[in-house]
């Protein structure tokens, strides 16, 4: 039986009270008005990239050409900028509030596929899966929270949902149907259910069957596991479209669904043999063996393959047609977020691929742990280019706002984490697999 440690809970409540202190300060260095947002663009700035100072000379040129016009343009872009740097505390939240989420949404979805499967190697790393899937409760909660906020207008982190905007776009009004707050709250209120009641029954389920003195429970997870990944492939792919790809309504990918699922899914697997690594280091997991070890790096290495392929392809296609609306997308972020963009695309295929290549590497605890780290590095800055550009635009940096957000919920995340550890044996009894995940080895 694993035992929370005090110094971890101390550790997690740290975290929790320094990212706490940074998000406040962030929310109140935020601009009130719009002198405020001028002077903090100023020290700052003429910000990340070309757009910025290509709309300064264009507004140069149209105030000598233009006059009264040229001063209602930067009247206007004062605004825009404005409204930026009031999402940019939000968006930090936003940001890593999904993220941590979305890790233990990959390890769901990891999880019901080794159950669906009848995997025979991985039963030893169930209750490591069901610990971490513990987070989609509070961290869940947190998500739908700031969505409930955005339609009551406490951001604008979703400019569909600005009455206002939606008024003189005549995209948004032919999307009114789909893109509305209610409709919006009532998909993320199902979706967050269905996971949840997968997860917390699954759960339940296991923890019966070691109590069992036959394999009624095991097989009735199985048959739930099969059903659930039916609704998970549909609800993860409204999701990414309603929760990310909305912040930016006028663009759209048909791959979108499928390289957010591949973000999560590699940063979920690298969750749980970084926590494997550490609880067998603690001597809490002594069944689970290098070939465990092994076969999880082999995941992390593989789904950074198809990440990239995902991206590339999401990439290369919009790039090469050319069509306006499409490219938008990625002329934003490679003129005002070069450095995220293109080092994202490094820490997620680049590091994996050359650290983990190598068979006798994948063994070595802490060449995982430290190829882990920067998988989960280069996956934030990967949901940071998926949403600052649609909200800050070219007002980002990495200040207080995103360091205290990543603090808060890293803080949350390992404190609910190892609190669900604590609360069961570590290893299943009565699974059917588990001599044979005891014995893995190849």
């Not at 016009?69 to 872009?77: N, P, V």
């Not at 906020?149 to 776009?169: G, K, Q, T, Y």
């Not at 605890?365 to 070219?394: C, E, K, Q, R």
Request: hydrophobic letters at 50%.
């Amino acid at each position: 039986m694993y035992t929370f440690s005090n110094k971890l809970k101390i550790g997690s409540f740290v975290l929790m009270a320094l990212g706490i202190l940074g998000i406040a300060i962030g929310f109140i260095s935020a601009p009130s008005t719009v002198e405020e947002a001028k002077a903090i663009v100023a020290s700052h700035g003429d910000g990340h990239g070309d757009a910025h100072g290509a709309a300064d000379a264009h507004a140069a040129v149209a105030a000598d050409a233009h006059g009264e016009a040229a001063e209602a343009h930067d009247a206007s872009h004062d605004e825009h900028v404005f409204h930026q740097l009031r999402n940019k505390p939000w968006a930090a939240l936003y940001v890593a509030a999904f993220f941590f989420f979305m890790i233990a949404l990959g390890v769901l979805a990891f999880y019901a596929i080794q159950r669906a499967a009848q995997a025979g190697w991985s039963p030893l790393l169930f209750r490591v899966m069901e610990g971490i899937t513990a987070y989609l409760v509070p961290g869940g909660i947190i998500v739908f929270v700031i969505l409930v906020l955005s339609v009551l207008h406490m951001n604008h982190l979703f400019v569909w949902m600005d009455p206002e905007v939606v008024a003189h776009d005549h995209l948004l009004q032919g999307k009114s149907g789909y893109l509305n707050p209610t409709f919006f709250l009532i998909r993320a209120a199902i979706f967050l259910g269905g996971w949840i009641f997968y997860r917390e029954y699954s759960r339940k389920l296991s923890l019966r069957q070691d109590e069992s003195d036959d394999n009624s429970n095991f097989k009735l997870n199985f048959r739930w596991s099969a059903a659930f990944l039916v609704f998970y492939l549909v609800s993860e792919s409204i999701m990414s479209w309603d929760w990310i790809m909305s912040v930016d309504p006028h663009w759209f990918s048909t791959l979108f669904g499928w390289y957010v699922f591949a973000s999560m899914f590699v940063s979920g697997i690298t969750v749980i043999a970084m926590i494997t690594i550490y609880l067998k280091s603690k001597g809490y997991l002594p069944d689970v063996n290098d070939s465990h070890i092994h076969d999880l790096a082999k995941f992390m290495f593989g789904i950074s393959i198809f990440w990239t392929y995902l991206w590339f392809s999401q990439f290369m296609l919009i790039w090469y047609s050319n069509i306006p609306e499409e490219v938008t997308y990625y002329v934003t972020r490679i003129a005002d977020y070069r450095l995220p963009f293109f080092g994202m695309v490094a820490m997620n295929f680049l590091f994996p691929v050359l650290l983990l290549m190598n068979s006798d590497y994948k063994r070595l605890n802490w060449f995982v742990v430290l190829t882990g780290i920067v998988i989960l590095a280069g996956h934030y800055m990967d949901i940071f280019n998926m949403i600052m550009p649609s909200t800050v635009g070219d007002q980002w940096f990495i200040g207080i706002p995103e360091i205290g957000s990543i603090l808060f919920f890293a803080g949350a995340f390992i404190f609910w984490v190892f609190r669900a550890l604590s609360s069961a044996p570590l290893q299943p009894k009565r699974n059917p697999f588990i001599e044979e995940s005891r014995h893995f080895h190849y």
